[in-house]
């Protein structure tokens, strides 16, 4: 069995102290590590996806007008009309690219994120069961052996200015006052 040498009980207490709040503020970044990676990927995969479909929709929609609109023109042959109708079809038709070009985007970085975030959630809540677990055990653990320390130290030490007081002395089986004469 090993032995050690405390010299101060209020260091362990203070490293305890210390401990305490290293756990509080890591399980803290913990959880926002967490809560950030949730709220990107719900970003990504709710509100961004939604947007651009619905852009897509509405372009898809402006392709259309611009087509009828061109083909009007078309009909009247003002050459003036034409040419500015052609603008806005060509306009139109690169919003809709850029859209479907957006959502193509999104659909990847939905992937590469799930990818990615996956394994750092995976440790990130080992490393939030090791604090709960390992470190919470250690915490209690150096509770008890302040306490045990301190009991040990109250025993140890006889407050100064006073004498143990000497055992009495041990009688023998054979002595005893009937034996006496």
């Known amino acids: 069995m090993s032995t050690a040498q405390v010299s101060s009980v209020e260091a362990i207490d ?11 503020q890591s399980r803290s970044a913990l959880d926002e590590v967490s809560s950030d990676l949730l709220r990107m990927r719900l970003w990504l995969e709710n509100d961004q996806r ?3 479909e619905s852009q897509l929709r509405q372009r898809l929609l402006q392709v ?6 061109l083909f009007g023109a078309r009909l009247s042959q003002f050459q003036e009309t034409l040419v500015e109708k052609q603008l806005i079809l060509r306009r139109a038709r690169n919003a809709q ?19 990615l975030s996956d394994p750092m959630l995976k440790q990130v809540e080992r490393m939030q069961n090791f604090l709960s677990g390992d470190m919470g055990n250690a915490v209690v653990s150096l509770g008890e052996m302040v306490k045990s320390l301190q009991a040990y130290a109250d025993i140890a030490a006889p407050l100064p200015g006073t004498a143990a007081a000497p055992a009495p002395p041990a009688e023998s089986p054979g002595t005893t006052e009937e034996n006496q004469p």
């Open 14 to 24: 203070a490293f305890r102290a210390s401990l305490l709040v290293f756990l509080s």
């Open 50 to 52: 939604r947007f651009w």
């Open 64 to 69: 259309e007008q611009a087509q009828s609109e």
């Open 97 to 115: 690219v850029e859209a479907e070009e957006k959502l193509k985007r999104l659909k990847k970085w939905e992937r590469e994120l799930a990818h």
